[in-house]
Each structure stands twice: as C-alpha cells, then as structure tokens.
C-alpha cells in the first residue's frame, strides 16, 4: 500500500500461526513451504525476507505470568534475553505434589486407527484424569483459572471430555466445540455410532468452578495456575507430527503460572528439535522419569509415586496417602477413614449438607463413648 507512511505491528511471531483449511499449504508441511500462507506479513519482516531488508524490532523482556521454573524452558530455546518479574518468584508450590515441574515419561502407544486429527491416547487419558482428580481433591483449586488440561489433537480432548464429564463441570472453547461437532456429524455420516457422554452436563463458554479442556491451537494468549498436557503421540517410528513446531511448542508450555505437568513419550517428541533442548533441561533438573511424585499435605517426606492410573487409588486414596496419623484427633481416634476426612476435606468449606453426612459417619466409626462432631 504505496499510501502508508508509517505501520507499526504489535504481536508475537514465535507463537501460533494463523490457521489455514489445508494443511498441504502450512508452513508445517515441506510442500506448502513455498506457498507460506500461513506466513504473516510480521513474520516475514521480522525473519528479513523481503530482500534481506532488517526492519526494526522492540522486545518486551519482562515476563509476569510463569514461575521461572517453567519460564526457563522457552527463555532458554526461544527468548534469550526473558527476564522474570520478582513476583513469580513468590508463587507457591503446586498443593499435593512433590515438583511443579515434571514429564511423566511413558511408552504406552497412541491409539491405531485415528486420523492425523484426530489422534488419541487412552492411557494418557486416563492418568491425566486421575492427576486432575489428585489436584482438586487439596482442596486448593477451585476456580475457572486453576486448572486446565491441554492436548493438541481434537480426538484426545473427545475423550477427556467423555473421561472428565462424569466427576467435573467443563469448560471447552467455543471454537474447540464447533470442531468436536463437526467431527461427530462426519462420524455419524459414515455409519459410527455417537458417543454417549454420561455426567454433569458440558457447557460452553464461563463457568466458575470448573476444570478447562482445550486443544493448544485454542488456548493461545490464555493461562491458568496448573496446566495438564497429553502430548498423546507414541509410536515405534517415533513421529510426533505437528507437535514438533516451535510455534506450537512455545503455545504449549507458555500457560501455566504456578504448575506444569505433562505426560508423553519423549522418544517420539524428541523428532522435533525444540523438544529435545526441553528434554534436555528438564533431565538436568531432574523433572523427567518414568514416575511421578506426589506429595500428601500431612505426611510431606512420605514418598508417593505414581507410574499408572491405578496407583493414585492405590498410593494416594483421597489426595492423601496411606500412612496413618500419629497425632489422635480430637475425638481421641486413630481411624484411617477420619484420617482421610482431616486430609483432605476438612480444609474445604463444607455446606452444612456434607457436615451432616460426614458427623453420622463419624458417629458409626467410633464407640458411643468416644462420640464428637469431626468440625469441632
């Protein structure tokens, strides 16, 4: 546009690219490479391809939402010169676990079958689920900005939503929904029998109290305390597909203020050569294994670690752990029952409902004798 004079453009060229229909035509894709169009006019000039020509860059270094822990991870691939405000250094630990940092590392393979689209990974389903009940089981995490669980294919967040939808309120973005439908509709077009989600009812849009499930692609240029991520892919020619952009790497470990946890194979990540300067660090810090460490808020040096689904049951039923107080409660009683009640429930304001429920158990685990309300 001959007419213009002066334009300044504000963004971020190192997160998402805008979204095309075809992929055959993403920067991604070595054939559409030439095309570009997903390419913005700010990418180009700031990577110099309008003949070599080095137009003017501001920086904003200062980052206020990650703890530095999880900051370092692009700072050190992407921002070399990101600087942490002192306030995220006073975040507080993640309630319930040993580190705020960790890759759950896994060889359990995706699911067969699946379009690229629409990959899946049961098994990282069903630890992630069991991980987000162990969170709000503290008693700490309460709210819409709390926790959100994040994926990047569409077929993985179907099957969160159907795992999750019988314990939680959710929320899924309004274009995430409009994808998950249009899915289902070509689904039932082709003869596939829908799938039945038994729960609490999905809602779109705000909703306070209540677990966030997104693909990264729609989860750009928001946060939470916690983030929850099922890289999904796991396969013997170790191929991570489009989850091997730095663009989409960067989106995907950029959310998370207080806490990150992510479940993947690391073999298959490791095809994309941000992934394997992330391995890196987090092999150097010690947050990467085959195990992941919990923490019981009474008991914090019992070790509770965790490598399937089952052993969150098993290791840490309630968000607690399995040793029993030394310390009597004030009723005099030792029960492992009550010890689960004082781990976990006591903390959460209780509706007069629950105290109800909860002092008649009470009343049926201890001798008459020995009989007190667990609130007083």
Not at 352 to 373: D, Y
Request: neutral net charge; charged residues 25%.
């Amino acid at each position: 546009m001959p007419s213009v004079e002066h334009a300044i453009l504000i963004g971020d060229h190192l997160q998402l690219r805008a979204q095309i229909s075809s992929n055959a035509l993403q920067m991604e894709n070595p054939a559409g490479r030439k095309y570009g169009l997903d390419e913005s006019v700010f990418e180009r000039l700031a990577d110099g391809k309008f003949g070599g020509a080095e137009f003017p860059i501001a920086t904003l270094n200062v980052q206020r939402r990650m703890h530095p822990s999880i900051a370092s991870l692009v700072g050190d691939t992407l921002y070399p010169h990101l600087q942490n405000h002192e306030s995220t250094e006073a975040y507080p630990d993640v309630v319930g676990m040993r580190r705020r940092l960790f890759w759950l590392d896994h060889r359990h393979r995706e699911d067969s079958g699946a379009q690229d689209t629409s990959k899946s990974n049961k098994w990282e389903a069903d630890m992630v689920v069991s991980l987000v009940k162990h969170l709000a089981l503290q008693g700490a995490y309460y709210g819409r900005e709390d926790i959100a669980v994040l994926t990047p294919y569409l077929g993985q967040l179907r099957i969160l939503r159907s795992k999750f939808a019988a314990d939680f309120n959710l929320v899924v973005g309004e274009k995430d929904m409009e994808e998950i439908e249009v899915q289902e509709r070509r689904e039932m077009l082709a003869g596939k029998e829908a799938e039945v989600h038994e729960g609490n009812q999905l809602r779109r849009g705000k909703l306070s109290d209540a677990i966030r499930i997104a693909t990264v692609d729609n989860f750009q240029g928001e946060e939470a305390k916690i983030i929850v991520i099922s890289l999904v892919r796991s396969n013997e020619s170790h191929k991570c597909g489009f989850l091997k952009t730095d663009n989409r790497i960067n989106v995907l470990l950029s959310r998370a203020q207080h806490g990150m946890y992510i479940i993947g194979d690391s073999e298959t990540a490791r095809e994309g050569s941000m992934w394997v300067r992330v391995i890196g660090m987090l092999e150097k810090g010690g947050n990467i294994g085959p195990k992941l460490a919990l923490q019981c808020p009474r008991h914090p040096d019992t070790d509770i670690l965790v490598e399937k689904n089952e052993d969150f049951r098993r290791l840490a039923p309630e968000g607690g752990c399995t040793v029993t107080c030394g310390n009597p409660l004030k009723c005099g009683a030792y029960s492992r029952s009550m010890r689960l009640l004082t781990h976990v429930l006591r903390p959460i304001v209780l509706t007069a409902f629950s105290q109800a429920i909860l002092a008649r158990w009470h009343a049926m685990l201890l001798p008459s004798t020995r009989r007190m309300s667990p609130f007083q």
